[in-house]
T-cell receptor
């Protein structure tokens, strides 16, 4: 079993829709969690950190569920510009992050 | 502007050749990392360095080597022992936030192709 797993998608949603992705992890000692956005042929860019209490940044909400060992990303009112691959990353006992394979989102007009 | 730079953007390697990818950061970050990304896949850790003159192997270190002689520089050499080097190589750096989280930022990447 991979340490960090994501549904690869693609998630095809219409503009204005709400979409949610999950990312499951196997290392219960993980303490730091992140969501990154990666556009085609570009580097990942930090979207948001994920805190135990959950956090929100505009249309984006991230949640952490330690009991079930997953993090989630909710995008409300999807825009065409949200089309990208979303990577989850977390520490797994070393200072470097371990990443999932990414979930591809395609927002359609 | 503070940031991470990688060069070259594209690199072509001949069979049996060693090539070196450059990564420089002016963010004053202690830790630096190298990841490899294959098409449609996530990032896999090659090497990382938490401090100058020290580095650790990641999950796929075979066929690669690094050095960390300066805080701002972490070059990666892809040796001839790496049999399938074609990939997108991403360098990252991080610092610990006041909340204790290690937030990583990425450079623009280098695409390596084998001729």
């Amino acid at each position: 079993r991979k340490e960090v797993e994501q549904d690869p998608g693609p998630f095809n949603v219409p503009e204005g829709a709400t979409v949610a992705f999950n990312c499951t992890y196997s290392n219960s000692a993980s303490q730091s969690f992140f969501w990154y956005r990666q556009d085609c042929r570009k580097e990942p860019k930090l979207l948001m950190s994920v805190y135990s209490s959950g956090n929100e940044d505009g249309r984006f909400t991230a949640q952490l569920n330690r009991a079930s060992q997953y993090i989630s990303l909710l995008i409300r009112d999807s825009k065409l510009s949200d089309s990208a691959t979303y990577l989850c990353g977390m520490d797994t006992g070393r200072r470097a992050l371990t990443f999932g394979s990414g979930t591809r989102l395609q927002v359609q007009p | 502007d503070g940031g991470i730079t990688q060069s070259p953007k594209y690199l072509f390697r001949k069979e049996g050749q060693n090539v070196t990818l450059s990564c420089e950061q002016n963010l004053n970050h202690d830790a630096m990392y190298w990841y490899r990304q294959d098409p449609g896949q996530g990032l896999r850790l090659i090497y990382y360095s938490q401090i100058v003159n020290d580095f650790q192997k990641g999950d796929i270190a075979e066929g690669y080597s690094v050095s960390r002689e300066k805080k701002e520089s972490f070059p990666l050499t892809v040796t001839s022992a790496q049999k399938n080097p074609t990939a997108f190589y991403l360098c990252a750096s991080s610092s610990e936030t006041s909340g204790g989280q290690e937030t990583q930022y990425f450079g623009p990447g280098t695409r390596l192709l084998v001729l």
